[in-house]
């Protein structure tokens, strides 16, 4: 029990965000891109239906991406693309118990 504290308040005393704070509200006002451009470029990159989509912090280019998870017959890709440039930051195909 001792140890699992340590790790908590080292965690805390590193200054790293354990969680997020932030609301999709206040990330949408951080990305330049809006979600309809985000999609026509996440469609560009993989063409089908979107049956997901999230504006979220991930690592990775600005660190604000828009997530889309498409799918095309049995197939589905998660493409990122970057909120701050529209850059396709991922397109691969998504195993089947992802979220």
Do not use: W
């Not at 969680?19 to 063409?47: C, H, N, V, W, Y």
Request: glycine share 10%.
């Amino acid at each position: 029990m001792k140890q699992i504290i340590s790790m908590i308040v080292a965690v805390c005393v590193s200054g790293l965000p354990a969680f997020s704070t932030a609301t999709p509200t206040d990330l949408g006002a951080q990305a330049r891109i809006q979600m309809p451009e985000a999609r026509a470029i996440a469609l560009k990159a993989f063409p089908g239906r979107i049956v997901k989509e999230e504006l979220e912090q991930e690592k990775g280019g600005s660190g604000l991406r828009y997530s889309f998870d498409i799918t095309q017959g049995k197939v589905t890709h998660e493409v990122g693309v970057d909120a701050k440039t529209g850059k396709v930051l991922e397109n691969s195909s998504e195993a089947a118990d992802n979220d």
